[in-house]
């Protein structure tokens, strides 16, 4: 025996619209913050030399989920950064910078377009390499005095 269904439990388009309508488009768009969240992950997987279908294997996501997160233009949430955190051996706290001043919301390093520069990852690969604490300490400082810094 089939039920009837009364028409007036379906939801027309014209009403799915009028509600949406609701929903503003700055709910919609990535921010600033996602861009900068994707540009730590993705400096974080290439500095590991992994790439994105094994970081999506390691969170169930397809490799185009890993660019857009990497893009920014989707938003990361909570579990899906914290799985990527455990993915990438960092603290969740890797991709945000808190400002210095306490109590203000954090914010994110400048340092993501630096990060994704080749000549950086492959230092920082090789620096990671290097097992004797003294020599780190020396390159840091060979470094240092190369560098033209006021530090």
Known sequence: MRRRVSPACFVTIADWLESMSAVTSEHLESSAIDAQVGAR??????????????????????FQQVQKYERGST??????????????????SYFFDPRPDAGEAPVLTGDAGLLGKRETLELMRAFRRITDAEIRRQVVALVKSMAATDE
């Open 75 to 92: 938003r990361v949430s909570a579990s899906a950064l914290f799985e990527i955190s455990r993915a990438l051996d960092v603290p969740i």
């Open 41 to 62: 992950v993705r400096a974080r997987r290439q500095l590991l030399g992994m790439s994105q279908e094994q970081l999506g294997n390691s969170l169930r996501v397809s």
